[in-house]
């Protein structure tokens, strides 16, 4: 090519205050085979990129090279700019003077020479460039959501009415997440189960989701608008479609003292159960490492109970495929374990809380359990030592949150809220009895929000202490509470009949499994990594996915919420479109050359090649050869590495390109 | 077996009790306790209090000559000792301070030899081994197992149990066929050096430490501190005073325990010397 422009961004001053951008623009011009250069403050804005589209047809550039800014902030918007100015966007090269030049260093001549080197590099490229075709590929309308938790019942609703099946999966019993166990949802106090089981019923109901419960991801295949997930559904024992959900065998069930995974083993479940009575789908499932019949062949009496002959102690557990175009991922959080065995070696837990050792100091979701109406005590709050009322609760606030020492940095964000709410729905329950709270700041950011705490504290009398509880004790059937209220500077110590500690929240367990089988990122913590923080913040870096909820950073139910829908009016978008376009910077095999070793084959991550045979048209042999399916080849370049024969190039990446970039810097 | 000593000031002035326990203890058990020649003060509380360097170089001289001896480990039995000790050690891990301490301290510091509390020497002995010698079953103790402030603390400093709740003095008790009790006050501070400066500070500390074992039951106090002997012994009779109530606590250096089941005598272990020598 011989017809190329150059095009030098001063990023405002990002670029400009460490790199000469002028002189940067009249240097580069005379490289071979540039025909045009100039430079201008936003090369991104309006302006610039009008400025590439009519330098494209007054120079009738065959080439472009931006320099700017990191392609995965701009590539596609020139190459957009390129395409509209009738350049196939493929001929268009980004030289990256900003973070790998101007941004890192301070010498001005220096990081000027080397911006001219890199936009050297960036016209080999250019020159060696072929013009290349976007990849189209069919699209599977239907979506998968993981988790059933508020955020995927909400994305799974919002993209079933609009027209689209949606398969979800959920691995504990019943849909509902951790909302179908709150109590009451700050700021308005409105029942969490009134608001949230009639969602749960619509999922269960509708014509156009299919629930897998008690199921989990196995494995996730394919690509964008293609995939093929499989889906473990774990042993029940109990037919569901024979099932009526009458409940005779958990009432039969003579194994009833088995903590319950609903009420966080502040209540008690028999060994076949559904978590809740308003669990969706309203079928039990029989835990195999209690019952006595799985154990040991004893008992069956729930078999012998069951009219409708659902009880099936011989089911196993079942593999099967869906296949869809998209996938949102809404697998909520865990709380952070305050007791000292931890998951992570980085994580110390709080050995001077006693959780864990004093019976009456429990965690937050363990006190929405108790003074939950549907709860173990049925709404009465009873302490779990000995069941009495507790007249003087101590509430903690930031319980591995914002603690270095303890492993977690980040706040968990809602803490703040529901600790405010737990104060007052404490005072509407025991009318005599005190709430004592200790927190580090009040992060109260919402609509309503400080105002809720306000009532909390002004209304029902919370006493806020600002500064950290250093250790609880027990004595006399007491717990002995020691803090400091550092706004009074003095220490204090309050004699609890119940401690509630706001413990971090953390992602769900297994989420670096899952996030490994779809291929998208997570961070130190295991949260989710979004595509950009500001303005792609449910996408992830792997085309078709989505995140919701909680698993991507701690969040209360209306944020969850927002952001479950914003997901799912994604999925739509995507949905939407007769056929999606991939990039086609993808391996290619040169089937003349290829030796037919497949090293190839067996190395590359995405099972993109397949082995073939080369026939004349007449179906005589002439030889074996390996071949790229462009529908899953992902780019990577393994191939390129290993092929011994040099048969195997990246397309827009080829090993000529490479070199001539090499040997430009010479 | 023979192990380098470091006494520290206390187990040579106030709390020559505790050498004479920790000698005929660990005497019967065939350790011969080496003292390293040339000793300093560690700079207990006061010197990090005036200059964080001079705090880490007392106790890295302490270091460097035990390293001169040839002492592959060193048995502090003041956990405020021991805690400097691998403090410095922790200093010049990775080459942090490594050359400035040794050059202030005129010797090459490694930092590579161990340092031991008075629990750690016994779980080196081995408690299966401990257990094998013990001739007198300690039958009638029921001891509350007191680790003060310093012995497990700081966490990243020592590396000793688990600093909130420990458990290993529990276990060499077990072994010599004692008994111990889970109560509340197992880390707390007993006032330390405090007792010069503000006694009374020291007795209420004392008297809910004291009261808090007897509440759970129980008859004597085990304790692995020269410090937290002090004040849990010898103010015990001011505490008694001061809050009008009888408690009559024997406290035992952790030695004197394994030394009486080993069939010692309170003579030969000093515990006749405590204040509170019975209820």
Redesign the interface.
Known sequence: MSRIGIFTCWCGENIARTVDVDDVAKQVSSLPGVRCSVNYKYMCSDPGQAMVREKIASEKLDGVVVASCSPHMHLKTFRRAAQAAGLNPYLVEMANIREQCSWVHHDRAQATAKAVDIIRLSVEKVRNDAALDPIRVPVTRRALVIGGGVAGIQAALDIADAGYEVVMVEREPSIGGKMAGLSETFPTLDCSQCILTPRMVEVGQHPRIKLYSYSEVEAVEGFVGNFKITIRQKARYVDTAKCTGCGECWNVCPLKKNPSEFDFAMGMRPAIYIPFPQAVPARPVIDKKQCAKLIRNGCGLCEKKCKAEAINFKDEDKLVEEKVGTVVVATGYKLYNIA?EQDKAWL?G???Y?YG?YKNVIDSLQFERLVSASGPTNGVLKRPSDGAIPKNVVFISCVGSRDNAKGLPYCSKICCMYTAKHAMLYKHKVHDGQAHVFYMDIRAGGKGYDEFVRRAIEQDGARYYRGRVS?I????GKL?VRGADTLAGVPVTIEADLVVLAAAMRPADGIEELAQKLNIGYDEFGFLLESHPKLRPVETNTAGIFIAGACHAPKDIPESVAQASAAASKVQVMLAADELTREPEIAAINEQTCAACFTCVSTCPYHAIERTELRTGRGAFIKRTARVNPGLCMGCGTCVSVCPSKSADLLGFTEQQVYAEVEALA | MNIGYYPGCALHGSSNDYEQSLQACLGALDIQLQEINDWICCGATAAHALNHKLSLALPARNLALAERDGHKQVFAPCPLCSMQLLKVQKAIAGNGLRAELSQIVEADLRGDGQILNLIQVFQTIGLDKLKAAVKEPLKSITAACYYGCLLTRPPEVVHFDDFEQPKSMEAVLAAMGAKTVEWSYKTECCGAGMTMASEDTVLELAHKILSNAAAHGANCVAVACPMCHVNLDMKQAAVEQRYNEKLGMVIYYLSDLVGLALGLSAEQLGVNRHFVTKA
């Open positions: 000292k110390s709080y050995g001077e006693g050792k250790k004790t027990e004595e006399n002995i």
